[in-house]
C-alpha cells in the first residue's frame, strides 16, 4: 500500500510479486472499476529492485554495487521503497506465509489497517420559496429537469364523464 499524499492522492494498492528463482520483483496495481485511474497494470515490470536505486545516465557508469531487496526483507510491517515511493507491505498469501514459517521460522502477522471511511455528502432541502406549489419546487431540488407533477387521472376522466354525459341544457 502507498499513500499518495499529492492534491489527488490517496491510498494505492498494489501486489508485489517476489520470484525466489532469480531474485526479481514485479509491481502491480489493484485496479478498482470506476476509480477515475488510467488502468496501467504495472508499477514496477519484474526485474531486481535496488535498496537504493543508482541513477545513472549510462548502464555500467557507476562502480558501486547496489544492494536488492530479497526475502527477508520482505516482511509485513516493512515498507519497500520502489523508486521513491514507499510502499508499506500488510498482508501476503498462505504460499507465502507458509514459506517463511518453513524456511526461515518467521510467522507472517497481517497488519488490520483502518478502513477508508467514504465520503458522506448532506444537500438540505431548501425551504418553499411561494413560487408554484411546493411539489414544483421539490421536482427542482431532486433533478436538473424537473418532472410536471403526476395528474390525478380518476378525477380528470370522472369530471370530463360528467361533462359529456349531461345535456348542453343542463350546463347553460
Known amino acids: ?29 489493484e485496479n478498482k472499476p ?6 496501467f497494470p ?3 515490470r519484474r526485474s ?22 530479497g526475502p527477508k526483507d520482505l516482511l509485513i510491517g516493512n515498507t519497500v521503497k520502489v523508486y521513491g515511493r514507499e510502499c ?16 526461515l521460522g518467521i510467522e507472517q502477522i497481517p497488519l488490520q489497517l483502518k478502513g477508508e471511511k467514504p465520503k458522506k455528502y448532506y444537500q438540505p432541502i431548501p425551504p418553499y420559496n411561494g413560487f408554484g406549489s411546493e411539489e414544483d ?20 376522466f370522472t369530471v370530463s364523464a360528467f361533462i359529456a354525459i349531461a345535456p348542453l341544457s343542463q350546463i347553460i
Open 1 to 29: 500500500m502507498w499513500e499518495d499524499r499529492s492534491l489527488e492522492g490517496g491510498l494505492n494498492r498494489y501486489t508485489l510479486n517476489y520470484f525466489l528463482a532469480d531474485d526479481t520483483v514485479e509491481v502491480k496495481e
Open 34 to 39: 470506476n476509480s477515475g485511474k488510467d488502468p
Open 88 to 103: 508499506l507491505i500488510f498482508d501476503c498469501d498462505e504460499f507465502t506465509k507458509a514459506w517463511y514459517r518453513n524456511t
Open 48 to 69: 531486481k529492485l535496488p535498496k537504493i536505486p543508482l541513477m545513472t545516465h549510462y548502464p555500467g557508469m557507476s562502480l558501486k554495487k547496489e544492494e536488492y531487496y
Open 42 to 44: 504495472l508499477l514496477l
Open 137 to 156: 419546487s421539490l421536482g427542482s431540488v431532486f433533478s436538473l429537469m424537473p418532472k410536471p407533477p403526476r395528474k390525478d387521472l380518476v378525477k380528470m
